[in-house]
């Protein structure tokens, strides 16, 4: 998403370098606003603390640095503070919207200092046109908390659909048009979404899911938000359940639903269909 994110904010009026480090295919953005600058960071989680570091060490006093990406917020909180004692400050926003934020627009969930959210809302508003939309939900680590319990939410919705055409595909009556099924759901059905959308585009282009291997990763959102529940006594079977599933596909337990688990992320956010 960080190409996406620099094309929209440089057709929106603003001055975008975008920068990629040369040893890997970690991008940040970096949107300046005035003379000071805001650097945009869609990086891997286990990535932040280095570019941090190295970002800190060159921008100026008052710079705002974004974490755009999918970070744990309990970390997010403490370099925060690490950020804030440099001189800087620092956001967190997760960001939805895979490979379509740029035609349909991103939905950011935003966390930091309220002042600090406020210099940077104009990008916000650029990036949300013309249908998604943003929300600063407080401290630091909000943004990322409210954008993990998304993702779990969605590990959840994601294996549901998956099992349910599973059946189709396997069941009594045999030779049923699954992307027909999705079609008439897609109509004003109680499971009507942006997910089922997908995956009966997906079965309509590949009934049979036919190179696909079943593999399906797991990226950490799920994980951690599995810990946050078990460390409040709450009880999470569904996004449990969904979060072995792509566990036993890693170790060779595939089959149908997981392919089609595989395929839906690689519709809705470009990720790699196999290992």
Request: some cysteine.
């Amino acid at each position: 998403m960080g190409s996406q994110i620099a094309q929209k904010l440089s057709e929106g009026g603003f001055e975008v370098i975008p920068h990629k480090r040369e040893d890997s295919k970690e991008k940040a953005v970096v949107a300046f606003g005035g003379e000071r600058p805001i650097i945009w960071l869609m990086i891997p989680a286990e990535a932040v603390d280095q570019d941090l570091a190295e970002w800190l060490q060159v921008l100026p006093g008052g710079s705002t640095i974004v974490d755009g990406g999918n970070s744990d917020f309990r970390l997010t909180r403490e370099r925060a503070k690490k950020v804030r004692e440099a001189g800087a400050f620092m956001l967190d926003v997760g960001t939805s919207g895979g490979v379509w934020g740029y035609q349909n627009g991103f939905s950011m969930m935003c966390g930091g200092e309220e002042s600090a959210f406020r210099e940077i809302e104009p990008v916000l508003q650029v990036l949300a046109r013309p249908s998604g939309a943003y929300w600063h939900f407080g401290e630091s680590g909000s943004g990322h908390f409210v954008k993990m319990v998304h993702n779990a939410i969605e590990y959840g919705m994601m294996e549901s659909l998956a099992e349910g055409y599973r059946l189709l595909k396997e069941g009594p009556y045999k030779g049923l048009d699954l992307a027909a099924a999705g079609d008439v759901w897609q109509h004003r059905s109680v499971i009507t979404s942006w997910l089922n959308e997908l995956t009966r585009d997906v079965l309509k282009e590949n009934p049979e899911l036919e190179g696909v291997e079943g593999y399906v990763a797991e990226s950490g959102e799920a994980r951690w938000a599995l810990e946050t529940f078990r460390e409040l006594k709450i009880d999470a079977p569904a996004i449990e359940a969904a979060f072995q599933v792509r566990l036993d596909s890693g170790k060779g337990k595939v089959n149908f639903a997981t392919k089609l688990l595989a395929a839906m992320r690689n519709a809705f956010g470009g990720h790699k269909i196999n290992k």
